[in-house]
């Protein structure tokens, strides 16, 4: 069993930053592959980002590419998304996602993974 703890989620002015974190249970969080999801009111839960387990593989959605950056500290089971130039429609609940072995071969699907967290909610004013 794996539990994921997020935080770091808040209200932000557009043009703001945060660093979202996401703590994992568990003494092989460095083989699990890591992704990032959000769902804002009304709207499907959507990918937003992914690592693989050796940190040398990233994935992102077009509408996040060059403004989120999805990084991880094995040693500390964590992992982070830098989100910069923040927009109002980010605006959602972001989840962290742990997909563990045998590996699903997908990042881009709730699908793909095994486990969740509940969530933590960033807020972007215009």
């Known amino acids: 069993q794996v539990q994921l703890v997020e935080s770091g989620g808040g209200l932000v002015q557009a043009g703001g930053s945060l660093r979202l974190s996401c703590a994992a249970s568990?003494?092989?969080?460095?083989?699990?592959?890591m992704g990032w999801f959000r769902q804002a009111p009304g709207k499907e839960r959507e990918f937003v980002a992914a690592?693989?387990?050796?940190?040398?593989?990233?994935y992102y959605a077009n509408s996040v590419k060059g403004r989120f950056t999805i990084s991880r500290d094995n040693a500390k089971n964590t992992v982070y998304l830098q989100i910069n130039s923040l927009k109002p429609e980010d605006t959602a609940v972001y989840y962290c996602?742990?997909?563990?072995?045998?590996?699903?071969?997908?990042?881009?699907?709730?699908?793909?993974?095994?486990?969740w967290g509940q969530g933590t909610q960033v807020t972007v004013s215009s």
């Open positions: 568990g003494r092989t969080f460095s083989i699990y592959t």
């Open positions: 690592i693989a387990w050796s940190g040398g593989n990233t």
């Open positions: 996602a742990a997909d563990t072995p045998p590996y699903s071969g997908g990042y881009y699907a709730t699908g793909n993974y095994d486990y």
